[in-house]
């Protein structure tokens, strides 16, 4: 059960020693709230300094009732209260949860520094661990990110602790509805077009009817990661420091006998040091180039003209000069059936089809359309009417990041309404109001 002796066990067990001035990110739902009225009731017996941070993100018409909860409950608990907001006007046009967030964290430590706070809390609970894991595995598989939510961790010059990961949203629930906490609900948290919630609400609640203890064992599978990759990477240290004090060159010699598994995540870790973005695609290449023992040179293209060169078991990143890289020029479509140069043939926006054309995909909008490369404010209309970057749909979608600058675009101005080799999938269906419905199709001479 959730109590403040409980709560104080755990802040013993996260470093947050007795006197600690802390402030409590407070959204006004039940779980932020739970964890500020603990910290409130524990606040004589540990000599706590304690505080609160809100932020409005002027998102729905909801959050200024939902400031108006949080301020009533700090002023009659006499909790210090920083409320920021995030102009509507600062609000970008794509990739909006992504903002959101980075501006959060921004006012958090912000706050943090003003109140000269040592320790920064949020509320972040079970069901959030066991959701992070598996979006993070569904959409990356990435090792190093299926460790989940760290429960403590040096963040922006303050300590960043998370101290109700043990307990369910269920248990939060039941103390916030027992104590009368005046918290609010987001609605946005049910809407199943969100990756996250649709793991809340579809996903979860099978697998929990299927095979019981899901939460425990991921939420146990988190905890046991963070130490096992704290070991690895401690081994990974030990390897690197084999590699040489060059990050751009390097001799895989004394790797060569080593387990593929293990060369990997070297490697993963060495090329990272000069080449943050590099892909799982890309590693494994250049993994299968370093094995390769004929004496033959190769190459593996990466982003921003930038290329691996690989010969017997040496590897130097370097500069491709940017001449060398073509960038296709901008081909306009201003009406239907209005042809211009693609693969051999011809492409265009057209209703009557053909015989032999190939139809690659469907086009709904206004004229005029842009065939070109990417281009910075690409975004793409998801079918609830929201808007993501295209940087991240690449990412969502494992699209090699040497292709992504290659890859033609059909735009209307600066949202991408048709992908080169890629489907765009259910999320982005276009709207029903548009005024163009027609194919777009290579046609061959």
């Not at 598989?141 to 369910?168: C, E, F, K, M, T």
């Not at 598994?261 to 290449?285: H, I």
């Not at 020029?329 to 043939?345: F, S």
Request: with cysteine.
């Amino acid at each position: 059960m959730l109590t403040p002796n409980e709560l104080a066990h755990n802040l013993e067990e996260l470093q947050v020693a007795p006197g600690s001035t802390i402030l409590v990110a407070v959204s006004g739902g039940a779980d932020s709230l739970t964890l500020l009225d603990l910290l409130v009731r524990l606040r004589p017996r540990l000599q706590l300094t304690v505080g609160a941070v809100h932020i409005n993100h002027e998102l729905r018409p909801e959050s200024v009732a939902e400031e108006q909860k949080v301020r009533a409950y700090c002023t009659a608990h006499a909790v210090p209260l920083t409320c920021t907001h995030w102009p509507v006007a600062q609000h970008p046009a794509s990739g909006i949860e992504a903002a959101a967030r980075k501006f959060r964290y921004a006012s958090f430590a912000a706050a943090a520094r003003a109140g000269h706070y040592q320790v920064l809390m949020t509320a972040h609970h079970r069901d959030d661990q066991v959701e992070t894991v598996l979006f993070r595995l569904l959409r990356s598989g990435d090792v190093h990110s299926v460790a989940g939510i760290r429960p403590r961790r040096d963040w922006q010059g303050i300590v960043l602790v998370r101290p109700l990961l043990n307990y369910s949203r269920q248990e939060i629930r039941a103390y916030a509805t027992m104590r009368h906490l005046p918290f609010s609900d987001d609605a946005s948290n049910a809407d199943t077009h969100y990756s996250r919630n649709f793991i809340r609400h579809e996903v979860l609640p099978q697998l929990r009817a299927r095979m019981g203890r899901v939460d425990e064992h991921i939420a146990r599978f988190a905890r046991d990661q963070q130490g096992v990759l704290e070991l690895a990477d401690m081994t990974v240290c030990h390897y690197l420091g084999l590699l040489g004090p060059k990050t751009d060159e390097f001799s895989w010699k004394q790797l060569q006998n080593e387990e593929r598994s293990l060369q990997l995540q070297v490697l993963t870790a060495a090329m990272r040091r000069c080449v943050p973005d590099v892909s799982a695609k890309q590693l494994a290449e250049i993994l299968a180039a370093l094995n390769r023992h004929d004496g033959e040179t190769r190459r593996v293209e990466l982003a921003r003209g930038q290329i691996v060169v690989v010969r017997a078991q040496q590897l130097r990143v370097q500069q491709v000069a940017a001449a060398t890289v073509a960038t296709p020029a901008t081909q306009v479509l201003t009406q239907l059936d209005q042809a211009v140069p693609y693969r051999g043939g011809q492409l265009l926006v057209t209703r009557h089809l053909q015989p032999g054309d190939e139809i690659l995909g469907s086009v709904a909008g206004d004229f005029p359309f842009s065939l070109r490369t990417r281009q910075p404010g690409d975004y793409l209309t998801l079918a609830n009417g929201q808007h993501q970057k295209l940087r991240r749909f690449f990412i969502n979608e494992h699209v090699n990041a040497a292709d992504r600058a290659q890859l033609l675009l059909l735009v209307h101005g600066s949202e991408v309404v048709w992908i080169e080799n890629l489907a765009l999938n259910q999320l982005f269906k276009p709207q029903s109001t548009v005024r163009i419905k027609a194919n777009l199709v290579l046609r061959r001479a």
